[in-house]
């Protein structure tokens, strides 16, 4: 797999897209009004401890106070008595003595923390719609080889390591150079690194988190006192690689800050920045703007002739595989949709629950078969996933990490016209509801006639196919009906008045 990194920036803002083998799988976008992130560290106030649910509201100084969940919180009550609740760093330090609570054995939050009360925490997932970003007291400062994690003595290693042997050794090696007890999480990249790397990550973090400590005794709470670094270098250590053959910046400035950072950090890395110099946009230039308005859509094609359907819900996402009939080989329609998944579940960051319903297959081998490449093609995602087996019914259901807006919670908003809800009634169930509400006004007074106003496409309706349902009203009903079209109302909705003083008598408006 080849990956390639696209920097481009306008005066809106900045987006970054990841390319694997020319096709994008996923895209980041960075602009003056987003301000918080996942990474960045606060200083925050508890506001409010709901032991019913076992969640805290902690004021951060963002618009929507932050929650903070029990499995969040770091310290036992007994930890508590040993400092003053409104001592941030000393909290912290004695959190490095005391082992994460098992799931399932929690103490009730409100014997944990209290209303009032000063916690240094840190962004675990950014707000979603209408809910504020959740908070944990874990904290977790990550650099190009290692996470630093100052509340923890534990050593983890990537799980993308799979050399028992070399997992040996990065543990070992993280356990002569650590200074201080504190726990790290050794990254993938570290793989076949040497000490010196190690050792001078190692440090620029311990830094990092001695600055973090100052500013927490400078500040006040609310306040924000680390922010997670600038979103292009961010991706470049996390994501860079020997498998990144360029970078491509079209941004004179971001280019300068790629190559320093390359230069101090990853040198031999340094010659695959290169500046763009095409008139074309970047983006459109690689199709990235393209693919992104496909992202956008329910249906997407498959160069096998076959299609997939995405429809996004507020608690889970439905994937639907459909045949259009010139291939009769499921598995092969399956394997290819596989790939066309993954990458569109990467794009969109389509988080929580997933439900594959993908085309039947009669042999156990074959949906084996889709399962594993499912799961194979599933690794390359640094979100964590869950797959469950086939399920009777042939469904593949999953989950997926939910950390941040997807696609389309960033880029669209819900529709003013259907109200989110992707339907509108038919014309024709409209002009009968008219009709309707037109013959029960005229039983309850004797008007000698009514004018209905109605959408312009509802009125021709009424003037054309529905004329003879008008005039045959009419003629029972012994008055007569005016029909006028306006465009400026929405397609459900229509006004009834009194032809005689035009007085509105019926209104489905508002």
Not at 325 to 332: A, K, Q, V, Y
Request: aromatic share 4%; proline share 3%.
């Amino acid at each position: 797999m080849i990956q390639e990194i696209i920097v481009s920036q306008d005066e809106y803002e900045t987006q970054v897209a990841i390319l694997e083998d020319g096709r994008t799988t996923e895209i980041f976008r960075s602009n003056e009004q987003e301000h918080e992130a996942r990474g960045d560290i606060y200083l925050g106030r508890v506001k409010s401890v709901l032991p019913g649910i076992q969640v805290a509201f902690v004021d951060i100084g963002l618009e929507r106070d932050a929650f903070l969940h029990v499995s969040d919180v770091l310290w036992t009550s007994d930890v508590l008595k040993q400092v003053s609740p409104n001592d941030p760093v000393a909290l912290t330090k004695l959190c490095q003595k005391v082992n994460r609570i098992p799931r399932g054995e929690h103490e009730s939050i409100n014997r944990l923390i209290r209303e009032g009360q000063i916690l240094l925490v840190q962004i675990d997932k950014a707000a979603i719609r209408e809910k504020g970003p959740r908070v944990t007291t874990q904290i977790r400062i990550p650099g190009r080889y290692l996470v630093l994690m100052p509340t923890s003595t534990d050593i983890g290693i990537s799980r993308r390591i799979t050399s028992e042997d070399e997992r040996h050794r990065l543990r070992d090696m993280i356990l002569r150079l650590r200074e201080e007890s504190n726990g790290f999480i050794v990254r993938t990249v570290a793989q076949g690194t040497g000490e010196d790397e190690i050792l001078a990550d190692m440090r620029r973090l311990g830094e990092q988190w001695k600055e973090i400590q100052r500013e927490a005794k400078r500040q006040r709470a609310p306040a924000q006192l680390h922010q997670e670094g600038n979103l292009v270098l961010r991706i470049i250590r996390d994501r860079m690689s020997e498998n990144t053959s360029q970078i491509v910046i079209d941004s004179t400035e971001i280019l300068e800050e790629v190559l320093d950072y390359l230069h101090e950090s990853l040198p031999q890395l340094a010659e695959k920045a290169i500046p763009y110099q095409g008139k074309t946009p970047l983006f459109e230039a690689r199709g990235i703007t393209q693919e992104l308005k496909q992202a956008l859509r329910k249906k997407i094609w498959l160069p096998c002739g076959a299609y997939i359907i995405i429809e996004q819900t507020e608690a889970l996402v439905v994937i639907d595989v459909r045949n259009t009939g010139l291939i009769t080989d499921s598995l092969r329609i399956n394997l290819e949709a596989v790939e066309e998944i993954v990458r569109q579940i990467r794009l969109r960051d389509i988080g929580g629950i997933i439900v594959i319903n993908f085309l039947e297959m009669d042999s156990k081998h074959h949906r084996r078969r889709v399962h594993q490449t499912l799961q194979s093609t599933l690794a390359r995602d640094r979100a964590a996933t869950n797959i469950l087996r086939f399920s009777e019914l042939g469904l593949v259901e999953m989950t997926r990490q939910r950390t941040k807006r997807s696609l389309q919670g960033a880029l669209c908003q819900e529709c003013p016209y259907c109200e989110g809800q992707g339907w509108l009634l038919s014309t024709e169930t409209i002009a009968l509801d008219v009709l309707r509400s037109v013959r029960r006004l005229r039983k309850q007074s004797r008007r000698p006639g009514l004018k209905i106003i109605t959408n312009e496409v509802v009125a021709a309706r009424l003037r054309q196919q529905d004329r003879d349902k008008v005039d045959a009203l009419e003629k029972s009903l012994k008055f007569h009906i005016e029909i006028e079209g306006d465009v400026d109302l929405h397609l459900e909705d229509y006004r009834i008045l009194n032809l005689q003083n035009n007085q509105e008598i019926y209104s489905t408006v508002g």
